[in-house]
């Protein structure tokens, strides 16, 4: 018997995410059980339950792929690794709530489910486009081995794993690039807020195959949008005589009816004057006239009572107001009549006032990243400003994902990238945080790609005692955004960072201009040896990761908060929610404490199960504490 049967036996409640229940299933069988046969879903029941025809063989198009069923019990899957805090990567530990996850995305973002579920404000990613120069670094699997582990190698075919074999080994395989998105975008929705959208930037080699994976994972009617992005205004000799020059930013919404209206920045009011000092305020001359109408309310003479001129609507168009409205703006002073006016000219104005907007925002436009501010070479500058060496081929620039998130973002609102490359989108989000004061988080992840000998970025990351991985230029770049902060010193230095006026208006940075690092290690698990017996796993003796671990299992508060320290590598708190660990190291009276504050206060205790034994403390305190594997 291991330390988790012990826990259950003895009636504690376990928090196990390595074996955590299926709610769906748990609520199918409970409600629906015929649709459940010796653990296999009866699709025939289930057709039958929710009224669909079950005979009849309906003709309809979607995306298979091959893969695709290994791809989603990868979605599934539990991950097998668990969070340790890098204090030396991180900056203002204690304070800020911006994070950076070192490691296989797939892996960051089922850690990050149990508490930023439904919470995700925006996502932005950049994956990998799928071309010829394109080297896949995450270490997906799609073979006999790993259907064994998925439980789903009876399901497939010898023919099934030839055609894996084959569709997987081959460079710029499409089958292969799908099966890698899809348990992502699956995770991607999970984590999205009802309000919440993504942005995906792409090219045309996978454009089609990503819209109809979208449309399938977020729901067709939720599409929003497909922008196109300049990438470049050089020429070239290409072979069809055909100067490619953009890309695309596929947008999808969670729930399309929940969304705010995505924003273009703010309109230009500079026609907006007041000349003779209207007390309604700014105004500008607005065309009375509209092309939708009808001859019986829409046509008829506005007549100027200096000059006795009649004007109708032009030829074709209506007066966009009834005769009884254009009275009323005439005794309101809206319609001004003019005391002189050539022949052809009308003979009065009307007035738009800048109150009556009813947003000063503008429109996000499907073309409004073909500005040439939006190119390729831009964001290639700034690194080079930043002295970021050119390892990344096609970066994006601060301001291409600045306009995305101010686009649909508020204060407080959180923005992820799970392909965080150079560290656009946390750099974009301390700049926008710095334009309207807001609060903004960031959650980057980014795998740790090792750098090849002979290239700049390595000998950059050897020449700043970094480790040679991608992961550490995401990190540097954001630690020399920071130190534009003016508390820290004052202005950026030449070598240090670009100055953000030249790109979003000269504005400090906010107050969060840290970042929380976190590196991936694995799982403990339980094993057996040769005799059979159990074989208790080694911890990393980082008391203050054991307690994030928890804090990210258990989901109740925000990892990124800082827990308070109670008693040092024992005892933490956010809140009224305990989180201990070592819980051998110290006497029952600390727990007594403890049990009075969550009594008083409705709290939580939760005891890392890892680094904990049954005991006559932990026995006496069962019915208040919650163990957690």
């Given amino acids: 018997m291991n330390d988790k049967q012990r826990f259950i036996q003895q009636g504690f409640s376990v928090l196990d995410t390595e074996n955590k229940e299926n709610k769906l299933i748990d609520f199918i069988k409970e409600h629906y059980p015929q649709v459940l046969k010796d653990g296999e879903l009866n699709l025939a029941e289930l057709k039958s339950v929710l009224g669909l025809p079950i005979d009849e063989k309906v003709n309809g198009y979607g995306l298979n792929f091959v893969g695709r069923g290994v791809a989603r019990a990868k979605y599934a899957q539990e991950t097998q690794k668990e969070l340790l805090l890098n204090r030396t990567l991180s900056k203002d530990i204690d304070t800020t709530q911006n994070m950076v996850l070192k490691g296989d995305n797939l892996d960051s973002l089922k850690l990050l489910k149990p508490h930023y579920s439904g919470k995700i404000k925006c996502i932005y990613i950049d994956p990998p486009y799928n071309t010829s120069s394109d080297e896949f670094v995450y270490p997906d699997k799609f073979d006999r081995e790993e259907a064994e582990v998925l439980g789903i190698a009876d399901n497939l075919s010898e023919e099934d794993f030839d055609r894996m074999e084959f569709s997987f080994k081959t460079k710029k395989s499409h089958n292969g690039w799908l099966a890698f998105m899809y348990p992502r975008l699956l995770l991607a929705r999970d984590l999205l807020a009802k309000d919440g959208v993504i942005f995906i930037s792409i090219d045309d080699n996978e454009q089609a195959n990503l819209k109809l994976l979208c449309d399938e994972i977020f729901g067709e009617e939720n599409f929003v949008a497909d922008f196109i992005r300049k990438t470049k205004s050089t020429t070239n000799d290409a072979k069809t005589g055909v100067n490619y020059q953009h890309e695309f930013l596929l947008c999808y919404a969670k729930n399309i009816e929940k969304i705010d209206r995505l924003k273009g920045g703010l309109k230009d009011t500079t026609k907006y004057t007041n000349p003779d000092n209207d007390p309604n305020g700014r105004w500008a001359v607005t065309d009375p006239s509209a092309k939708s109408g009808n001859f019986q309310n829409g046509y008829f003479p506005v007549i100027n009572p200096y000059t006795g001129k009649e004007d109708y609507p032009p030829k074709g168009m ?48 499907s073309l409004n990243f073909t500005d040439n501010k939006y190119m390729n070479q831009v964001a290639t500058k700034e690194l080079k400003e930043m002295e970021l060496v050119e390892y990344f081929s096609y970066p994006k620039g601060v301001k291409f994902v600045y306009d995305i998130i101010s686009s649909c973002t508020q204060d407080n609102d959180i923005i992820l990238d799970f392909f965080a490359g150079s560290g656009t989108t946390g750099h974009a989000v301390m700049a926008l945080n710095a334009e309207d004061g807001g609060n903004r988080k960031f959650i980057l992840c ?92 080694t911890l990393h003796n980082d008391a203050l990761s054991r307690i994030y671990t928890m ?40 727990f007594a404490n403890v049990i009075k504050d969550i009594s008083k206060n409705n709290g939580k205790i939760f005891v890392d199960g890892w680094t904990t034994s049954l005991n006559a403390t932990l026995q006496y305190y069962k019915e208040e504490i919650q163990i957690v594997f």
Avoid at 325 to 353: L, S
Avoid at 488 to 504: D, F, I, M, Q
Avoid at 556 to 572: A, G, H, N, R
């Fill in 318 to 365: 209506f007066w966009r107001f009834s005769k009884n409205t254009i009275q009323k703006h005439i005794d309101e002073g809206r319609i001004c009549f003019k005391k002189e006016h050539k022949p052809d000219e009308r003979g009065f104005i009307y007035k738009r006032y800048l109150k009556d907007l009813k947003t000063l925002d503008s429109t996000l436009d």
């Fill in 446 to 537: 980014q795998i740790d790609e090792p750098i090849a000998e002979g290239k700049p970025a390595y000998q950059f990351c050897i020449d700043n005692d970094l480790p040679p991985v991608i992961s550490s230029i995401t990190i540097e770049r954001l630690r020399r955004v920071s130190s534009l902060n003016p508390s820290e010193g004052g202005t950026s230095n030449k070598g240090k960072a670009p100055s953000l006026s030249e790109r979003v208006g000269g504005e400090e940075l906010g107050e969060d201009y840290g970042f929380k690092v976190f590196d991936h290690t694995n799982a403990p698990k339980l094993t057996q040896d040769k005799n059979g017996q159990i074989v208790l796993p």
């Fill in 551 to 590: 804090i990210f299992k258990v989901g109740l508060d925000e990892p990124s908060q800082v827990p308070q320290e109670v008693l040092k590598d024992c005892i933490y708190k956010i809140g009224h929610y305990y989180y201990i660990t070592n819980s051998q190291r110290f006497s029952e009276d600390y």
